[in-house]
T-cell receptor, first 116, second 112 residues
Framework: DAGVTQSPTHLIKTRGQQVTLRCSPK?????VSWYQQALGQGPQFIFQ???????QRGNFPDRFSGHQFPNYSSELNVNALLLGDSALYLC???????????????FGPGTRLTVL | GNSVTQMEGPVTLSEEAFLTINCTYT??????LFWYVQYPGEGLQLLLKATKADDKGSNKGFEATYRKETTSFHLEKGSVQVSDSAVYFC???????????FGTGTSLTVIP
């Protein structure tokens, strides 16, 4: 059973560019959340997708947007990149409406984004 | 608002020593509480969780008890091993279960 997968593993961009990160949830999971983890910090919640809609959003600007596809995979898009966007971006999936509960999240290995 | 404060590291212990990593929280409503572990080069893994007051989560010899009166969820292990070396994150999920709040992490190194 494959866990949560993310691509690419590493990415280098320059200021002002746009980036798209991808996530495939664990089999049987339909809810995907995205987090930003700066070096030496805990993950910060960006947003959560369920049924192809953004269900909840953290304190991130509109430059951060996402999408969820019918197969439950998801993309995170960041426009007009800033140096401060350099971080590890984590995707987590969870099963909605099961005994295990939406609050049991399984994390992928992350995408390391460096903005120069 | 919701937040998690955890003990600053790094923590260095000898093998078989007793481990405590402190975690306190601020939350509205009745959050669920979690400990996640991040091994070098890997993603976060759920270590244990507790969903209501006085619940004890346990896994791999680690334990934590949800203490509503002290708003705490301290992580303990009686005898650490070198393989426990990792970064440990305390977290809570809000009343909806949809949004998580993480602490800044505590790095643990266990030496033989």
């Amino acid at each position: 059973d494959a866990g949560v997968t993310q691509s690419p593993t590493h990415l280098i961009k320059t200021r002002g560019q746009q980036v798209t990160l991808r996530c495939s949830p664990k089999s049987g999971h339909d809810t995907v959340s995205w987090y930003q983890q700066a070096l030496g910090q805990g993950p910060q919640f960006i947003f959560q997708y369920y049924e192809e809609e953004e269900r909840q959003r953290g304190n991130f600007p509109d430059r951060f947007s996402g999408h969820q596809f019918p197969n439950y995979s998801s993309e995170l898009n960041v426009n007009a990149l800033l140096l401060g966007d350099s971080a590890l971006y984590l995707c987590a999936s969870s099963p909605f409406g099961t005994e295990e509960g939406t609050d049991t999240q399984y994390f992928g290995p992350g995408t390391r984004l460096t903005v120069l | 608002g919701n937040s998690v404060t955890q003990m600053e590291g790094p923590v260095t212990l000898s093998e078989e020593a007793f481990l405590t990593i402190n975690c306190t929280y601020t939350a509205t409503g009745y959050p669920s509480l979690f400990w996640y572990v991040q091994y070098p080069g890997e993603g976060l893994q759920l270590l244990l969780k507790a969903t209501k007051a006085d619940d004890k989560g346990s896994n791999k010899g680690f334990e934590a008890t949800y203490r509503k009166e002290t708003t705490s969820f301290h992580l303990e292990k009686g005898s650490v091993q070198v393989s426990d070396s990792a970064v440990y994150f305390c977290a809570l999920s809000d009343y909806s279960g949809n949004q998580f709040y993480f602490g800044t992490g505590t790095s643990l190194t266990v030496i033989p």
